[in-house]
């Protein structure tokens, strides 16, 4: 278990200190910026799931009273070229032609035009002006159609890995990793599971819709507000998509109103400077909610096949999986960390993945928390639920039995450094939620998570003010408390209290470049450019002590927030505290700032474990879930209750996932529930209290243990809910979501009503 | 293009006045009560501009009267006051529970079932409550006031009887005998802020051996419009509404059922959940009316 360490604000919970703004509605978020002469811009979007367009024509619009700019395709460089860095990865022409469709519409809701108007209800009646010849083509809307032989092809220039000499598909790219002898391990098991799975395309379903205002002025160089995980990447996302550098545009990011992977991407910004460009006026688009599930981020529905073997006493042989994933109108799908998530808490020698990232006429596929993660290990988590079943064994003992520890070799190649499932699996037989024995009627379900977690680029600066207060400057949007986090191991590194520091995010011109919030990589990197940038406050404020006492600065010690001469220098001298310090910096050298910049690496993996107990009304299907524990690994837990909240969070959301939220289609690839009305996700009174317990096996590569948290939360609940179901109604589901008329028709189907 | 209106009449003569001169100019008018409807399509499915015609400042829209043979709820009576109302509470347990279902407290010092009425919608939770209690529509209009049963009140999907110049005054309720009782249950997904799949109301009256003497039972969110089941009703009656009879009321739901498969459930869920909702609203009625 993790060592004592005597932390005087890691690990407490103060208020964050972006939340009374938050509660009050004094926060600006992305649809809050008002300018001058602001125009509203509206976006054309397609009706038809896919299609050919023949030819858009604007001019209509354009003269209707009101209207200032009216754009499509045809406004934007063609032909660019290069991949996209980044998190989520693709090239720039696919982003650029899903900002935009050009030739072909691969989506209903992809964006074709776009105008910018007085008021926006004006906008919206000029949309109705611009004529859009299409030539409507048969939709694909899954995998297993586009796999199929003879598909209707989604891009005919789309070979399998690039493979030329192949016809074209609509599978853009096959990805295997494979271990041991694989056939001959499962010879040898006494027994085999097998299990064909579905999860269905679910949103992230953040509260905020995107919004972005833009300014574009005529020496070339346009402003943009929007909400965003990463305003660094929108600049050279949006900079890739104009065809300018990076250097003519400045992004501000808002505060932001739940991204969940799903705001690292773009969609209004490089229409809303061209719109500004054309008109010469500010222009600021805000999606509504339809436009937001028609057209952004969903992640992908998969279908998957599982297979595990094991001798008689729970050791797992072989295990191995088929996992094809939607990746929407654009390769990118999550399959590369999906197939290498998949048997992540095992220790297996033996092993296949395969998985396909699978063209379909549905919105391009964005990051959502853990990408690709949460349907494998779903897969992956049933399975060998059913194998414990089989072998009526304990589900946390088989665990137990095959879990991958320090020194093992991840399925995905390095060898684990001290990691977390055996103390998640332990603590979770200790949990009384596990030893209570389950009520009447009650179904129990468990399974495990993970999530790799990611390093990548941060920048901080640490600024101390004259009076010994002190702000950090970084820049990764706030999400889920990262000024909090930031505040207290820069308190912590300074000895400090909390409330004397102030953390602010800055825009891509006032503060060092950030990669994105996202990949559970800001606490851990940034965080670890924040306590290097303090650790370069404190090595200059030694100096300063040291030139104040006339000693060298290597005779000074930084106690408790203070300077003071080490044991054995024979000085006569009172401490300086910062305060003391910073109050005397125009007579020591001036002003006193800390930097680091860094490329973060050794982000440590944070395993999980999940179980719930539910209730099922075999009349009606639905799923009541009664409790709901969550068991994660977080390195160490900097600020408390925002470690909890973000397994809180997890957990409802992939509740949801499993029980509720699906798009549903009609047969023209038309999304039929576009709103949170009849797109489900839990309301507070669908939930128990989401029991936490929090696991801390430091990262070795942190400064304080810190490994990311964010994600890991939303793997295991899928199977957790699957689990527990199969245990109460005595057969398996295999198909997500678990919503009541799914359910209901399984029990009529079983029953043969 | 047009602009958005708003009118405020205080008196029915008024109200219905504003509603003949904006027909006869060709002007759209919308009634408007709590808005919770209204406000919600005026951002989303239906942005022309038109007149709101303000419902809420006319006293016979606000008054609430139980009196010894009848009860009357005024249109614009928002559920929130309904639900506070310990006596009506008493009496129609069932209305009340189903005006309680609406949103949430916010949305409910606004929602009422007037206006839960008139927007027809098929899903509108308080209708099949309504009908089962026997409602009656109160339609003020140029000609004076006429009444419609509950049941004959809707057309169609979003559609119901009034005309250009007519409005909805209230509700007249028979007030129920002594050992009766009431009960709505919908059926939805998640436990709030959701609507309907199905939904069934039940009010009967049972002799003082426990047998049914009378029965009204409602289904909503199956069909075009909320439906009164006359057969279902009948299969209570006479009975002492066991587990055979709701069985029985329950298929007749089922069977009354013309449910569409869309994103809300196939049309063998909702047959099937109708029954199963009938049965459980049926047993609570039961249960009230032999407490009572
Ligand atoms: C968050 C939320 C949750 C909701 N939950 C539910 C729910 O669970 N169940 C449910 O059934 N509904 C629900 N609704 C819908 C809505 O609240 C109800 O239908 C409500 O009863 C409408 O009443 P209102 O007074 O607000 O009507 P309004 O919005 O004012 O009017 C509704 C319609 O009726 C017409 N109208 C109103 N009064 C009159 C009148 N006197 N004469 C003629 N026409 C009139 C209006 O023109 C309009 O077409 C919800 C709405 C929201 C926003």
Redesign the pocket.
Known sequence: MAEAHDYKAIGTSPVRPDGVDKVTGRANFGADLNLPNMLHGKVLRSPHAHARIRSVDVSRALEMDGVYAAISGADFPSGAEGDIQGEGGGTVSDLAQNIVARDKALYHGHPVAAVAAKTPYIAERALDLIEVDYEVLPPVLDVDEAMADGATLINENLHTNGDTSQPASNVAGITKFERGDVDEAFAEADLIVEGEYRTPTAHQGYIEPHACTATYSEEGKATIWCCTQGHFDVRSLTASVLGVSVGDLKVIPSEIGGGFGGKTVIYLEPLAVKLSEVSGRPVKMVMSREEVFRATGPTSATHSRVKVGAKKDGTITAASAWIAYEAGAFPGAPVGPGCMAIFAPYDLPNFRVEGFDVLVNKPKVAAYRAPGAPQAMYAMESAVDDLARELDMDPIDLRLMNAADEGTQAPYGPTFPPIGIRDCLQAAKAHPNYTTPKGEGVGRGIAAGFWFNIGMQSSAEVRLSEDGTVTVVEGNPDIGGTRASMCLMAAETLGVPYETVRAHVGDTESTGFCNVTGGSRTTFATGMAVVQACEDIIAQCKQRAAATWDIDADQVDWTDGEAVPQPGVNVDVQPLSLADIAGNAGRTGGPILGRASLNAQGAGASFSVNMADVTVDRETGKVDVVNFTAIQDAGTAIHRAYVEGQMQGGAVQGLGWALNEEYVYDANGEMENAGFLDYRVPVTSDMPMIDTHIVEVPNPSHPYGVRGVGETPIVAPLSVAANAVRDALGFRIPDLPLSPPNVLAAIDDREGA | MGAYAYARPTSVEEAVSVLASAAEAGQRT????????????MRSVDRDPRTLVD?KHIAE?NRVEIGSDEVFVG??V??GVLNENEELKAIFPGLIESAD????TQ?QG???????L??S?P????IPAIIAAGGVCVIAGPSGTREVACEDFLTGVGTNV?GDT????GMRFPRPPARSGDAYLRFIPRT?????VAGAGVALHLDADGNCVHARVAIGAVAPTALLVPAAGEALVGTQVDDAALAAAGAACSAAASPITDKRGTVEYRIKVVGVLCRRAGAIARDRALGN
Do not use: H, K, W, Y
């Open positions: 919308q009634m408007l009560a709590g808005g919770t409807d209204v406000l919600v399509q419902v829209t249109a614009a928002p559920s279902l609406i949103g949430s949305i606004r929602a009422s079932i007037g206006g839960n008139c927007n919608s899903a509108g939770d308080t009034l007519e409005f909805l005054l709030e802020m959701d609507i309907a």
